[in-house]
Nanobody, 127 residues
Framework: QVQLVESGGGLVQAGGSLRLSCAAS????????MGWFRQAPGKEREFVAT????????DYADSVKGRFTISRDNAKNTVYLQMNSLKPEDKAVYYC????????????????????WGQGTQVTVSS
């Protein structure tokens, strides 16, 4: 069983930056692909970014490409989401997720592929 705890959310002005962190429990973090998803009020959860277990693979939603960067530190069991040039439409609850079956590629854009989820952290961007 893996527990994921997100942090780093908050209120920021448009154009500002935030860095989200997701700390994972357990000794096998380095085996998991990790993803970030978000859900805005009244909308479905959507893919934001993913990073493979080796960190050689990353993928981003078109809406955040060039502004957000996903990274991981396996020594700290932590995955990060650096968010720059934030826009009001980035406002959402952000969730991190872990995928434990060595999936690879575009399938990691699918929330159902992930096995474990954090509780979420709120990001609010004021205009």
């Amino acid at each position: 069983q893996v527990q994921l705890v997100e942090s780093g959310g908050g209120l920021v002005q448009a154009g500002g930056s935030l860095r989200l962190s997701c700390a994972a429990s357990g000794p096998t973090f380095s085996r998991y692909a990790m993803g970030w998803f978000r859900q805005a009020p009244g909308k479905e959860r959507e893919f934001v970014a993913t990073i493979g277990w080796s960190a050689a693979y990353t993928d981003y939603a078109d809406s955040v490409k060039g502004r957000f960067t996903i990274s991981r530190d396996n020594a700290k069991n932590t995955v990060y989401l650096q968010m720059n040039s934030l826009k009001p439409e980035d406002k959402a609850v952000y969730y991190c997720a872990a995928e434990a079956t060595f999936s690879w590629g575009p399938v990691l854009r699918t929330s159902s592929e992930y096995d474990y989820w954090g509780q979420g952290t709120q990001v609010t961007v004021s205009s």
